[in-house]
T-cell receptor, first 112, second 115 residues
């Protein structure tokens, strides 16, 4: 599976939109892009998954350009409770049935 | 609510003893589960793939005799840390896929401290 690169950390303030970009230059044709969120001392939680263009759910949006070599997780109007580590992963379509390789993740700190 | 449950959430044990961590899938069957460990401020590292009814598959560098995995039923996988040492202190997390979904469901993790 393709390696991913994302910023180590980001800071934001309550009410702002946060965009976290992930690079995955070697993504394969069958690969999906999946984002997980992890709070301290908890297991990761699925946020969103996409293959191309734009995906939106009640939590976030995921933007994927045509070449699919990068993707951007967008969190609208963050709150203090969005402070967490966000992981970008390249996954096969069967998702959770395959082992997941986590990169370093992005540590997001939301300030009052 | 949680679809994968781990127990215990926290455990402290003495060096040389063994500790068993349980991972249960709630309301669904999981023929495959995964075990990860995570050190403070670090990412998750895959340890092994637990397969119901067969031997676990360990990642390179993970000692299978140290970390015993048993997946005896379709809803339960256990990780036993044998002869624990302080360097085994870590956060252990399991995950399981659920049919009909593409995401992995993670347990809440187990904080192991070996003293």
């Amino acid at each position: 599976l393709a390696k991913t690169t994302q910023p180590i950390s980001m800071d934001s303030y309550e009410g702002q939109e946060v965009n976290i970009t992930c690079s995955h230059n070697n993504i394969a044709t069958n690969d999906y892009i999946t984002w997980y969120q992890q709070f301290p001392s908890q297991g990761p939680r699925f946020i969103i998954q996409g293959y191309k263009t734009k995906v939106t759910n009640e939590v976030a949006s995921l933007f994927i350009p045509a070449d699919r070599k990068s993707s951007t997780l967008s969190l609208p109007r963050v709150s203090l409770s969005d402070t967490a580590v966000y992981y970008c992963l390249v996954t096969l379509p069967s998702g959770g049935y395959n082992k997941l390789i986590f990169g370093a993740g992005t540590r997001l700190a939301v300030h009052p | 609510g949680a679809v994968v449950s781990q127990h215990p959430s926290r455990v402290i044990c003495k060096s040389g003893t063994s500790v068993k961590i349980e991972c249960r899938s709630l309301d669904f069957q999981a023929t495959t589960m995964f075990w990860y460990r995570q050190f403070p401020k670090k990412s998750l590292m895959l340890m092994a793939t637990s397969n119901e009814g067969s031997k676990a598959t360990y990642e390179q560098g993970v000692e299978k005799d140290k970390f015993l995995i048993n997946h005896a039923s379709l809803t339960l996988s256990t990780l036993t840390v044998t002869s624990a040492h302080p360097e085994d202190s870590s956060f252990y997390i399991c995950s399981a896929p659920r049919a009909g979904t593409t995401e992995a469901f993670f347990g809440q993790g187990t904080r192991l401290t070996v003293v």
